[in-house]
């Protein structure tokens, strides 16, 4: 793994916590995109070599919404940027790690990403990511 890419974090509304994060790190979001396979709305800060990811549930079975329901706002995830996702994914496999996706998929932000389930990584969730070269 390289680096930590982003950490996400759960938010109600992304339009309000837009304005809150906008205020505590004094600039703007790069960017807003909506991911409409995993049915959230992300938002992008950028906080030196990495980001700080805000997600807002679009729909009410998705794992956000789960998220806010069972736990509240706060931090979702901690995302790895690494070279290989697919070699990485089989490493971690054979290490023992539960992964969620057994592919890579599309993710916010241009990137493939793969999940590692919280109960094998001490009960955090964990995002790898690699940046889609074109
Ligand atoms: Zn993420």
Redesign the pocket.
Known sequence: MLKVE?I?IAVKSIEASNELFTKLFAREPYKTEEVESEGVTTSFFQMGETKI?LLEATKEDSAIAKFIAKRGEGIH?I?YEVEDIEKEMERLSNEGFTLLNQTPKK??DNKL?CFLHPKTTNGVLI?L?QEIKE
């Open positions: 982003h996400g990811e995830h995302a993710g916010a990403v995002e990511c």
